[in-house]
T-cell receptor
Framework: TQLLEQSPQFLSIQEGENLTVYCNSS?????LQWYRQEPGEGPVLLVT?????EVKKLKRLTFQFGDARKDSSLHITAAQPGDTGLYLC???????????FGPGTRLSVLP | NAGVTQTPKFRILKIGQSMTLQCAQD?????MYWYRQDPGMGLKLIYY???????DKGEVPNGYNVSRSTTEDFPLRLELAAPSQTSVYFC????????????????FGEGSRLTVL
């Protein structure tokens, strides 16, 4: 049983399209992080969201933390091939003592 | 900057063999973690450490052991390897103290791909 669910599992789109991926849980987290992982490498942090309802923007990426701190979304505007990768959300419990990862969304952006 | 260094990058083991995956970080981080990543399953926590001399079990500790004699090193030992331990293993570290809102960034190594035949 996955504590964190991510959808969709796979996504293949054309360059220039917009997309949203989701991270959902029945548990409350003290904060939530999004990581991107490229083949043969470890995950790299994109953002941390802390407050319920918080929205953070990182260039073409917009992250939102749900009001109840149980879910999050990542929206990419005008996707580029460089956005290709595995996007992982991680719920943080006990103020950093434990990170719970979702299964990831594998994104492929075709030129 | 080296960050988190894992060795080896690839290894093939026979059933019943033992080995140690090495992990070293040069950022003076207190927290270190071992995860395994299987297709479609995300990252599962094996063991973690909050400082030298202190370790604790994660979600999937069976078949593994760890030690933390120094701040820098956090080796993961596999005893009596089994095919179910075929996976990609990631070591990670972070700074910060327990109780801080907005946990700090996890820094990952490049991974160690282990196959047990």
């Amino acid at each position: 049983t996955q504590l964190l669910e991510q959808s969709p599992q796979f996504l293949s789109i054309q360059e220039g399209e917009n997309l949203t991926v989701y991270c959902n849980s029945s548990s409350v987290f003290s904060s939530l992080q999004w990581y991107r992982q490229e083949p043969g490498e470890g995950p790299v942090l994109l953002v941390t969201v802390v407050t319920g309802g918080e929205v953070k923007k990182l260039k073409r990426l917009t992250f939102q933390f749900g009001d109840a701190r149980k879910d999050s979304s990542l929206h990419i505007t005008a996707a580029q091939p460089g956005d290709t990768g595995l996007y992982l959300c991680a719920g943080v419990r006990n103020y950093g003592q434990n990170f719970v990862f979702g299964p990831g969304t594998r994104l492929s952006v075709l030129p | 900057n080296a960050g988190v260094t894992q060795t080896p990058k690839f290894r093939i083991l026979k059933i019943g063999q033992s080995m140690t995956l090495q992990c070293a970080q040069d950022m003076n981080h207190n927290y270190m973690y071992w995860y395994r990543q299987d297709p479609g399953m995300g990252l599962k926590l094996i063991y973690y450490s909050v400082g030298a001399g202190i370790t604790d079990k994660g979600e999937v500790p069976n078949g593994y052991n760890v030690s933390r004699s120094t701040t820098e090193d956090f080796p993961l030992r596999l005893e009596l390897a089994a095919p179910s331990q075929t996976s990609v293993y990631f070591c990670a570290s972070r700074s910060g103290t327990s109780g801080s809102v907005g946990a700090g960034e996890l820094f990952f190594g490049e991974g160690s791909r282990l196959t047990v035949l």
